[in-house]
């Protein structure tokens, strides 16, 4: 079992910035990629970003290509997710997620909150 902890959401102003946290612990894998997913009231949870845990490779919503980057540090396990020049249509529950084939593992979700 994979079991993924979110930390680093809350309030803050248009414009400004927040980094997200994710460490995984549990089951290991040799190849799977680790990334965010948001949801917003009353929509469906949608992808913003993820990165392949052995090369790197990132890839992004087009909504946050620009503003968010994402990052992982492979001794601790963590993956983090950057964002800037925030927008009141950021605000949303982001879930951590972790993807190994067809597995899909997600964290409990941490909200973030931006105020026009």
């Known amino acids: 079992q994979v079991q993924l902890v979110e930390s680093g959401g809350g309030l803050v102003q248009a414009g400004g910035s927040l980094r997200l946290s994710c460490t995984a612990s549990?089951?290991?894998?040799?190849?799977?990629?680790m990334g965010w997913f948001r949801q917003a009231p009353g929509k469906e949870r949608e992808f913003v970003a993820d990165?392949?845990?052995?090369?790197?490779?990132?890839y992004y919503a087009d909504s946050v290509k620009g503003r968010f980057t994402i990052s992982r540090d492979n001794a601790k396990n963590t993956v983090y997710l950057q964002m800037n020049s925030l927008k009141a249509e950021d605000t949303a529950v982001y879930y951590c997620?972790?993807?190994?084939?067809?597995?899909?593992?997600w964290g409990q979700g941490t909200q973030v909150t931006v105020s026009s």
């Open positions: 997620n972790l993807r190994v084939t067809t597995l899909n593992y």
């Open positions: 549990g089951r290991t894998f040799s190849s799977y990629r």
């Open positions: 990165i392949t845990w052995s090369g790197g490779v990132t």
